[in-house]
């Protein structure tokens, strides 16, 4: 993809390297209980430090809104942190103090800046703000994709001060994404599901018009089938979206591009782990019943369509997953999906909300060609969005 520069493309020895990632982990008694956000940042750091670069890392933890809050402190992330990189790492708590290191901050391989949002002027993207910032390096690195649907200083605005590049996280995501939707192997398929069609309307209305096949599945298809006059019992379903239904069923259509709805479905009277359930044609679910899984004969349809695919976007769980048994269909495309890209033959990249752990728990992950942690950009990218992180990295 033409337009924005990678780290290969940067002189990055003896230079202050300011790297925008994104280490917002979750927390569990004040530990991070899950690293992988912050073990997905080190190719990029240990790129810099190996090149002679110096690393200051810009991140926001939590939603403090441009105030000091002290549980919102990086501090709690500087352990993981630095066994991740195997490198210390100092915390630099005030902007007063990035501008006039300490000897101990000078002597660190990497420095971390306090919370970028206990500054209003980072979701402002105030522009003296971002000089500011600016002020405290030469080159500036975005590697949080998962951050660049924002505009904000140290996402979008300090793009436009410095010589700027994408991270390795970032590059591989918008890599990956390119391959994807940008110019893909046809034919591309994309699932989508999911609890509700009034959160992925705009996904579903750009996908018809750039896809081969779309499968709904999960909640929203319930919503579908209702559009179609089909009864879905006391199923979660958004009668009041029928006629959006309708309309994107027609745009696909005009488009050529195939909806794939459920053949058949796995009901039941609750909505709980392992409760008596039966399979029934689509059209046949009792009226005191809950759809809360796509049938066998929805999954071989399913399977059959990612066949003959080159390309599989993959947004949304097929049906309720946390509860077993209704896990069965995601779990079983998704091995499908996880066997022929393993194979060669299918490029698959998946991304946001539950996707990335309905995917872990089809152990399917690991095999699909990119599974982005992403969240609201990569839906945001699946929109057609333009994305302002990096839209500014194309524009330096
Ligand atoms: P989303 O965050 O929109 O991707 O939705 C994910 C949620 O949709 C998961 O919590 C699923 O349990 C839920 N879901 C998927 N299918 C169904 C269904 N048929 N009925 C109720 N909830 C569902």
Not at 256 to 266: Q, T, Y
Not at 314 to 336: Q, S
Not at 373 to 387: I, Q
Request: net charge negative.
């Amino acid at each position: 993809m033409a337009g924005w520069k990678t780290l290969d493309q940067m002189e990055l020895a003896g230079k202050r390297v300011l790297i925008r990632v994104d280490i917002n982990v979750p927390l569990e008694n004040g530990r991070v209980s899950d690293a992988t956000r912050i073990e997905r940042i080190v190719p990029t750091v240990q790129d810099v430090l190996d090149r002679g670069g110096h690393p200051m890392l810009l991140a926001h933890f939590g939603r403090p809104k441009g105030k000091v809050v002290l549980d919102m402190s990086l501090r709690v992330v500087l352990p993981a942190l630095e066994q991740a990189l195997g490198r210390s790492v100092v915390l630099v708590e005030t902007l007063e103090g990035a501008e006039n290191l300490t000897d101990e901050a000078r002597a660190a391989d990497v420095l971390l800046l306090e919370n970028i949002r206990f500054h209003p002027g980072e979701e402002a993207n105030d522009p003296d703000f971002a000089a500011r910032l600016a002020g405290l390096g030469d080159i500036y690195c975005n590697d949080a994709f998962s951050a660049a649907h924002r505009a904000h200083a140290s996402t979008e605005g300090l793009a436009h001060h410095l010589p700027s590049c994408a991270g390795r996280l970032m590059q591989a995501e918008l890599e990956a994404l390119e391959r994807a939707l940008g110019t893909p192997q046809r034919p591309v398929v994309a699932v989508v599901g999911g609890a509700k069609v009034s959160t992925k309307l705009a996904l579903l209305s750009n996908l018809v018009t750039r896809v081969d096949r779309l499968v709904i599945g999960g909640g929203m298809a319930n919503t579908f089938l209702a559009a179609q006059g089909l009864g879905v019992g006391k199923s979660l379903c958004e009668h009041d979206m029928a006629e959006m239904a309708r309309t994107i069923m027609a745009q696909a259509g005009a488009a050529g591009c195939e909806i794939l709805l459920p053949a058949d479905i796995v009901v039941a009277r609750a909505f709980e782990m392992g409760a008596p359930h039966e399979v029934v044609p689509a059209h046949a679910c009792p009226d005191d019943a809950l759809i809360l899984d796509a049938g066998p004969a929805s999954i071989a349809r399913i399977c059959a369509a990612f066949d003959i695919a080159r390309t599989l976007i993959w947004n949304g769980p097929l049906g309720a997953f946390e509860i077993p048994p209704f896990d069965k269909a995601t779990r079983a495309t998704a091995a499908h999906a996880a066997a022929l890209s393993r194979a060669g033959q299918l490029i698959s990249v998946a991304g946001g909300g539950d996707t990335v752990s309905a995917l872990n728990q089809a152990g399917a992950a690991a095999d699909f060609t990119y599974v982005s942690t992403a969240g609201g950009a990569f839906l945001e990218w699946m929109e057609g969005k333009p994305l302002p992180g990096v839209a500014a990295l194309r524009g330096t």
